[in-house]
């Protein structure tokens, strides 16, 4: 059964750091690139970042570029987002997802990766 798991979310104050963790099974983990998206209340789920299957290649939105960071551990079928000086902006519920491709110029539309989505996990930034 093909499953992502994300953990990590949390409430923090502006300028606070989290660490997100997507853990896949089910398939073969390394031959995909891997994005993280984030839904904020009201809003469309969006792309964040993406890291490339090979090269380890990395793409991030504007909004994001510099703060966070993208990262994975194919022995362990996990991707990683560490987020650091979180903005109020960054609320949302956070899903990561999979490509069966390089990032390349369309990472962050939605419909370019395999439909399968977990639950997410919630991070609020708020002072």
């Known amino acids: 059964q093909l499953q992502f798991v994300e953990s990590g979310g949390g409430f923090v104050q502006p300028g606070g750091s989290l660490r997100l963790s997507c853990v896949a099974s089910?398939?073969?983990?390394?031959?995909?690139?891997i994005a993280w998206f984030r839904q904020g209340p009201g809003k469309e789920r969006e792309g964040v970042a993406c890291?490339?299957?090979?090269?380890?290649?990395?793409e991030y939105a504007d909004s994001v570029r510099a703060r966070f960071t993208i990262s994975r551990d194919n022995a362990k079928n996990t991707a990683f987002l560490q987020m650091n000086i979180l903005k109020p902006e960054d609320t949302g519920s956070y899903y990561c997802?999979?490509?069966?491709?390089?990032?390349?110029?369309?990472?962050?539309?939605?419909?370019?990766?395999?439909?399968?989505w977990g639950q997410g996990t919630l991070v609020t930034v708020s002072s």
């Open positions: 997802a999979a490509k069966p491709s390089f990032c390349g110029a369309m990472w962050s539309f939605e419909n370019n990766y395999l439909d399968i």
């Open positions: 089910g398939f073969a983990w390394d031959r995909y690139s």
């Open positions: 890291i490339s299957n090979r090269p380890g290649t990395t």
